[in-house]
């Protein structure tokens, strides 16, 4: 089974700064997906960004980027520029790959807030 | 992008009735969904995959014969909370992948279940 875990409960950053949200999983699994969920308060689950895990080079959105290190089992998400609407929880996920997607195992989740 | 729909977002039933969620892909065709619950300030819980054409297939814990799942379609899944009680409130998110080896899985809107 795989567990994500998430460290920080809450994080507050102000606006225009950078801040990282940290992430580990454990697996035994070779072949898989991670990624990071945002959700406002409206509570609707937006895909904040991916990472293959067969890929090296570290997976980048804008203003979102994360820090892979398959070694370490570590996958944490940098906000640059942070802005008011970037305030949410934030969930780190592990997907197990077999061809098709699969179900989602969620970490505990970051709150984050991001104040003038 | 793709939608998923979910309805209702929000309903209020009292103890002992059932309650029917629905979750609907509108623009492609979702052979499995999944169904996660979430408490308040807390992550997601997978509860079942739905599989169309077959049985759900429920995760440790869950009572299947209180969550019945049925995936009638390609593009429809139901959630039946059956003689609901107080500890069943919760809120409920379905979740569909896009398909094929696309490992982005689109979030319904979730139904926030309180029962009196």
């Known amino acids: 089974a795989q567990t994500v875990t998430q460290s920080q409960p809450e994080m507050s950053v102000q606006e225009a700064e950078t801040v990282t949200l940290s992430c580990t999983y454990d697996?035994?699994?070779?072949?898989?997906?991670l990624f990071w969920y945002k959700q406002p308060p409206s509570r609707q689950m937006i895909l904040v960004i991916r990472?293959?895990?067969?890929?090296?080079q570290n997976a980048t959105e804008n203003r979102f980027s994360v820090n892979f290190q398959k070694a370490a089992k570590s996958f944490s998400l940098k906000i640059s520029d942070s802005q008011l609407g970037d305030t949410a929880m934030y969930f780190c996920?592990?997907?197990?790959?077999?061809?098709?997607?699969?179900?989602?195992?969620f970490g505990t989740g970051t709150r984050l807030q991001v104040t003038l | 992008g793709a939608v998923v729909s979910q309805h209702p977002s929000r309903v209020i039933c009292k103890s002992g009735t059932s309650v029917k969620i629905e979750c609907r892909s509108l623009?492609?065709?979702?052979?499995?969904m999944f169904w996660y619950r979430q408490f308040p300030k807390q992550s997601l819980m997978l509860m079942a995959t739905?599989?169309?054409?077959?049985?759900?297939?429920?995760e440790q814990g869950v009572e299947k014969d209180k969550f019945l799942i049925n995936h009638a379609s390609l593009t429809l899944s139901t959630l039946t909370v059956t003689s609901a009680h107080p500890e069943d409130s919760s809120f409920y998110i379905c979740?569909?992948?896009?398909?094929?080896?696309?490992?982005?899985?689109?979030f319904g809107q979730g139904t926030r279940l309180t029962v009196v």
């Open positions: 739905s599989n169309e054409g077959s049985k759900a297939t429920y």
């Open positions: 979740s569909a992948p896009s398909g094929g080896a696309n490992t982005e899985a689109f």
């Open positions: 623009d492609f065709q979702a052979t499995t």
């Open positions: 990472q293959e895990a067969y890929k090296q």
């Open positions: 697996t035994s699994e070779s072949n898989y997906y």
């Open positions: 996920a592990f997907m197990r790959y077999t061809g098709t997607a699969s179900k989602l195992t």
